[in-house]
């Protein structure tokens, strides 16, 4: 079984690198949006914030830590939230580059994919007739032959480069066989527990997001790392509510947030991330649990404190 844990600790993950600027109209571009709804995220209920940069010309991924740093400051000065700078980037970056923000700016958390896989994102083509943007329709057509690179020799680059820095790591599985990699990581002592092992469901590529899914998911994480990690979920697109609701009460903890659905019921997209929060603490609450504060996650997940980090 997962370590037992008194409350449940929320993730926002606010804007990622999957959806583009067309899909919605509240998808934080600039670094103001992105601070503002970190910040807003925080205010409703999540404990950690989720971040990836874009660049505000057109709503691009980037990965440049200086992008990175016109709304850290922002978020640090107004909220006691967990930040996790994501080493997930895009597909279509390297490695090295994805690597730079959590490498340079040393954050308590970091998200780390346990491995190469196939991206889908094609798929939401058929969805709009057109973009605002150049780059948003080649970036998801050629995801149909793109892979997401993450060699077991990356990983441990990952990994070996920010020990310095005490960066604890969001282990992203997406599939089972990402679960054994982790394990493969801990046993070579490059991970340590307690791990945060975040499962994510319904990206193409991926495993499912059946309710038979998530549970193989916990039962294998629990018979790989017992009560050494914590588990947490999100799921994509429609799939986000009800999978944050199967996880909190197995016992486990939830990710939300603009990068992981757009919506917030059927046919509504959400207008903040803090919608989505909100949301996801009163399902919480009317089970008879209670959100974390960032502090308490920070006990939880063993951080080494705001004031570490080079922001």
């Given amino acids: 079984m997962a370590a037992a844990q008194g409350k449940v600790i929320i993730t926002c993950a606010v804007t990622g690198a999957i959806h583009t600027p067309t899909m ?30 874009r660049n505000p010309a057109d709503g691009s991924p980037t990965q440049d830590p200086a992008m990175f740093m016109r709304f850290l400051p922002q978020i640090k000065a107004a909220s006691d939230v967990v930040v996790n700078i994501t080493t997930g980037g895009a597909p279509t970056m390297t490695v090295e580059e994805r690597l730079q923000p959590a490498l340079k700016l040393a954050p308590e958390v970091a998200s780390l994919n346990m491995g190469s896989m196939n991206f889908g994102l094609y798929e939401m083509l058929g969805r709009y007739k057109e973009f605002k943007y ?5 970036y ?17 680059n990952i990994l070996t480069s920010c020990s310095k820095n005490e960066t604890r790591f969001e282990i992203e599985c997406y599939d089972i066989g990402h679960l054994y990699s982790a394990a493969h990581f801990l046993d070579r002592k490059l991970l340590k527990p307690p791990l945060l092992i975040q499962s994510v469901f319904g990206i193409r590529g991926g495993i499912g997001p059946h309710p038979e899914d998530v549970m193989h998911m916990k039962r294998t994480a ?3 790392f017992g009560d050494a990690y914590y588990w947490s979920v999100l799921g994509a697109g429609r799939n986000q509510m009800f999978i944050a609701a199967m996880s909190a009460v197995m016992g486990g903890n939830v990710r939300v947030g603009l990068e992981d659905s757009l919506w917030l019921g059927r046919g509504t997209l959400a207008k903040t991330n803090a919608e989505q929060v909100a949301k996801a603490r009163r399902i919480i609450e009317e089970v008879g649990l209670q959100v974390a504060t960032p502090n308490e996650a920070r006990e939880m997940l063993k951080l080494k404190g705001a004031r570490n980090v080079n922001f």
């Avoid at 150049?134 to 080649?138: D, F, L, S, T, V």
């Avoid at 998801?140 to 441990?156: M, P, Q, Y």
């Fill in 24 to 53: 919605s109209p509240h998808l934080p571009i600039t670094p103001e949006e992105i601070a503002e709804a970190a910040i807003g995220a925080a205010k409703a209920g999540a404990a950690i914030v989720h971040l990836h940069a």
């Fill in 134 to 138: 150049e780059w948003e329709k080649p």
């Fill in 140 to 156: 998801l057509a050629g995801s149909d032959e793109r892979i997401f690179k993450n060699t077991f020799r990356d990983i441990a």
């Fill in 222 to 224: 629990d018979r790989l």
